[in-house]
Structures are given as C-alpha cells and as structure tokens.
C-alpha cells in the first residue's frame, strides 16, 4: 500500500520480484515527498551527482559512490544534477538470506551503520562492479535459462564481497568513534526501529540507560538539534510516506500509535504547518 521506491525507475528487469535490477531514476519524484525503501538497495553513482537525505541525514552522491539502503530506510532525494547516471540492485530480505552462506565471512552490516551508508571506490573498482552488473543483467534478461537465479546469486555475491573489501579499506582509515558518537549512532538505531510506538525522549534514555536531559543535550551537540527534535522530524517524514500510500488517514494515526485521528492531525500540523488530508492532496496536485 505504501509507494515503492521502484516505482521510480524508468527501467526494471526481475527474477520473480525477489531480485531486480533498475536504472533510469526519475528526476522529478524526489521533490515533492520521502519514500520506502521496500528492500535492499545497492546503488551505484556512474555520474553527476544527487542530493539525498537518507533516516535524517543529508549527504550528495557523487561519481563513483555506491549507496546502500536497508529495507524500511527513509529516502528523500532533494536534487539530481542533470547529467544523473545511476544503477541500482535491489533484492528482498528472503533474498538476502539465501545469499547467507556465501556472505557470513563478509559482513556488510557496518555499512548500514554509518553516518551515511556509502563507499567511494576508484575508477577501476567501478568499473570492476559494473562488469558484475552488465553480466546479471545478460542472466536476469535470459528467461529461458532455468538456472538464472542460482547463477546471480554467485555474481551478486561476488559483487558485494568485492564491496565488503573496499568498505574495510575505508573503514580502516577512517578514525574510531568516541563513545558519545557511539551512543549518538546507537540512539538514531533505535529511533528508526521504536519511532512508530514511541515519542519521548525517556523512551530511549532508558534504553540508553542515560537521562531524558543528558541524551537530549548528547544529540544537540553531536547533530546540532535536541533529541526531541529528531523524533518529530523522523515521525514526520514517516507521516508523510504514510500519506503518499493508499491508507486511510485513521489507519496512519493506528500505524503511528496516535490515541486517534484527531491527535495525530494537530501534532502534524503543528510540525509542518498544513494538515495531513491538505498534505494528501497538496502531493496529487
């Protein structure tokens, strides 16, 4: 019900929807509201730049950059340069774990850990990468090939073990996070895990086993807002995938654990200025 993130692809190929290749991002979607990621993403910067906005952080994709989403991550592209040349590899988490015993000696998982999920390679690492993806997408193209899914499996994981090597090179340059980085990391974790059933900042002190004052300061000083203000704009851009979907208003307010309705159109209001039926229809026009 919620929109798809493919859908904003000019061009796709599949195997059974579990496992798709796309190209062709549209320039005029990120404008006008966030979205889903409704998978796993691994998208690859061939040229120009993008400027996107990944779980509230803002970030500009350059050549040469490979970004990875994580399903349910909140994606908002704020601009895309003309010259935007990008593909992308997108497969479902049921995917993923077929893929387990290849990859278990390769965790990627600190990738979807970082201030912003991306690994800026060389020229020839890129290229290197792009031969994978020229090659699944030959397979993906071949219907009649019967075993064209084992044999993407092999190539996609070969693709993402070369990722892993390049993404422990820089994490091996880069400098060790401080505790309060930590912490800060740890809190923006949770906040996209908790965020539909939890609104105070108490809430993730405790699991932080910090005080509501302490975090709240911690968040200001490393983020440059306090917590509070994370929360509301995280509930706010989840509002508004929620509103570019097919439920009902009444049904976000339940999925966003509002007493009701009514509640959740005076909180959004008060946040964005407009209220959330004006919104809807503000994005139809």
Do not use: W
């Amino acid at each position: 019900m919620v929109n798809s993130f493919l859908n904003f692809f000019e061009e796709s190929v599949s195997i059974d929807n579990d496992f798709v290749l796309c190209s062709g991002l549209v320039n005029s979607f990120a404008l006008k509201y966030p979205v889903h990621s409704d998978r796993i993403y691994v998208g690859f910067c061939l040229d120009g730049y993008a400027e996107v906005e990944v779980n509230l952080v803002k970030h500009t994709i350059k050549k040469n950059e490979v970004i990875f989403l994580a399903k349910n991550h909140i994606v908002f592209n704020h601009k895309i340069s003309d010259d935007f040349r990008s593909v992308f590899i997108a497969f479902t988490d049921d995917f993923k774990c077929e893929l387990f015993n290849d990859l278990r000696k390769y965790p990627l998982h600190y990738l979807f850990k970082q201030k912003f999920p991306s690994v800026v390679l060389e020229e020839t690492e890129m290229k290197l990468l792009m031969e994978y993806y020229n090659l699944m997408l030959g397979v993906v193209k071949n219907v009649q090939n019967d075993y064209r899914k084992d044999i993407v499996k092999h190539l996609l994981s070969s693709l993402l073990i070369n990722l892993h090597c390049y993404g422990n090179r820089d994490k091996e340059k880069a400098a060790p996070m401080s505790r309060k980085e930590e912490m800060v990391g740890t809190f923006f974790s949770l906040l996209f895990e908790h965020s539909k059933e939890a609104r105070d900042v108490s809430f993730y002190a405790d699991k932080l086993c910090v005080s509501p004052k302490y975090l709240s300061s911690l968040i200001k000083q490393i983020v440059g807002k306090p917590a509070k203000d994370c929360i509301d704009y995280c509930i706010i851009m989840e509002s508004k995938v929620l509103l570019n979907s097919s439920y009902t208003i009444q049904e976000i307010s339940q999925q966003l654990n509002f007493p009701n309705q009514s509640f959740f159109g005076k909180y959004f209001k008060k946040h964005t200025g407009i209220s959330p039926l004006n919104y809807r229809r503000s994005t139809l026009s």
